[in-house]
C-alpha cells in the first residue's frame, strides 16, 4: 500500500499542466503549486450605491456607484473613498455607524444637504441616512469624506 501511494505520489508530481501552445518542464512545474481556484478565498466586492442631494456642489449631487476590491465605479473619488472606508472599518468599527440616541449635539444648522448609502460593506447590509442638521449629524458627515461630498453652504 505504501508503495502504491508513493507512484501515485509521483506520478501526480509529474503532470504538468499548461495553457495551448506553451511549454513547461516538468521539473520546473513540480516546484510551482498549482492554482486551486475553489480553495482559495474569492474576495467580496464591496458595492454602494450612494445617492446625494442639496450639496452645494451640482456635481456632487446625485447617484454614484462605488466598488471596493476592487476600486471601481462612477464615484469621482472611488480610490479616496474605499481608502476612508477601509481606515474606519479597522478594528471592526461600523462607518456607517448612526447617532446614539442619548447623544448630546449642538444646535448648529449645517445645511440642507442629504445622502443616503446602500448596499454591502464588508459583507454586511448597508442603508445609512445621513444628514447636516446638527453638530453630531455634520460631523458623521465630515467623518465618512470623501465617500460623502465635501458640502457647501
Request: proline content about 7%; overall charge negative; aromatic content about 4%.
Amino acid at each position: 500500500m505504501l508503495r502504491r501511494l508513493a507512484l501515485t505520489t509521483a506520478a501526480t508530481a509529474a503532470l504538468v499542466v499548461t495553457a495551448p501552445g506553451t511549454a513547461v518542464s516538468a521539473s520546473a512545474a513540480a516546484f510551482e503549486p498549482l492554482p486551486l481556484p475553489l480553495l482559495q478565498s474569492q474576495e467580496t466586492e464591496d458595492r454602494l450605491t450612494l445617492t446625494t442631494t442639496e450639496t452645494g456642489n451640482p456635481k456632487a449631487n446625485g447617484t454614484f456607484e462605488l466598488t471596493c476590491g476592487p476600486v471601481g465605479g462612477t464615484h469621482p473619488e472611488a480610490e479616496a473613498a474605499c481608502g476612508r472606508l477601509a481606515e474606519l472599518s479597522e478594528s471592526g468599527g461600523d462607518p456607517f455607524e448612526g447617532i446614539p440616541g442619548d447623544s448630546m449635539c449642538t444646535q448648529m444648522y449645517g445645511g440642507r444637504a442629504t445622502a443616503r448609502i446602500t448596499g454591502t460593506w464588508q459583507g454586511r447590509a448597508v442603508d445609512a441616512a445621513f444628514d447636516r442638521s446638527n453638530g453630531c449629524e455634520i460631523d458623521r458627515w465630515e467623518k465618512l469624506e470623501p465617500v460623502l461630498p465635501t458640502a457647501r453652504t
